[in-house]
């Protein structure tokens, strides 16, 4: 019953919805899934470590890597470039292992456009007050930079009829169990299973 290769899960959604919280519950329930460290210009921010949180790299090392064709996707955001490593993700879906992606609206386009059998997932908050509630909550922005964070939410959240699924991170548990449960949806498809009818069916 086991998969010939891996999922590919794409998760986006607006600056403060939660995303990083999700999936350190997502990877602490299921050990299996490989979570993708994107590459970016941007400087660390405090308590953030290379490797973990990013690849941190330099503008002109990130060009390099766009010119040799080493990324799946790649965009620039707030005056930095974001961007995922093709090998490292190649590897772990040959291996059977889920791979999560963590990406805008921008790079997860253009990967279900290089992969288009990869799974969309959208985070939205309960509503845009509670989104502005927890971009407060931070207490990291000025009150001008939050409101362009909560003007963005809003044209991001637009682009939220191009995923596959849509969950609400209402709790972090509940949205977790709630991707989980699409993961398990996903591997149930037909046409991932229709090898195991062979040995039935005959042929």
């Not at 994107?38 to 766009?66: C, H, K, L, W």
């Not at 845009?128 to 931070?138: F, G, K, M, T, V």
């Not at 149930?188 to 042929?203: A, E």
Request: charged share 30%; glycine share 8%; aromatic share 6%.
């Amino acid at each position: 019953m086991s998969k010939r290769t891996g999922e590919l899960i794409v998760l986006s959604g607006p600056s403060g919805v939660g995303k990083s919280t999700v999936i350190a519950e997502l990877l602490g329930s299921r050990r299996d899934i490989h979570f993708s460290v994107s590459f970016t210009t941007r400087q660390p921010r405090t308590g953030e470590a290379d490797g973990v949180n990013y690849n941190f790299v330099s503008r002109e090392e990130f060009e390099r890597m766009i010119a040799a064709d080493e990324l799946l996707e790649y965009a620039e955001y707030v005056g930095n470039y974001y961007g995922t490593s093709l090998k490292v993700i190649r590897e772990q879906l040959e291996q059977g292992i889920d791979v999560l992606l963590d990406i805008e609206v921008q790079g997860a386009a253009k990967v279900k456009e290089r992969c288009p059998e990869a799974v969309l997932i959208f985070l939205i908050p309960p509503s845009i007050e509670e989104l502005s509630r927890r971009l407060h909550r931070r207490n990291t922005d000025a009150e001008e930079v939050i409101g362009r964070r909560l003007q963005k939410a809003r044209e991001e959240c637009r682009e939220s009829v191009h995923y596959d699924y849509l969950v609400v991170n209402d709790t972090v548990v509940s949205a977790a169990g709630e991707i989980l449960s699409i993961l398990e949806a996903e591997r149930c498809r037909t046409v991932k299973r229709l090898h195991l009818t062979q040995s039935i069916v005959g042929g």
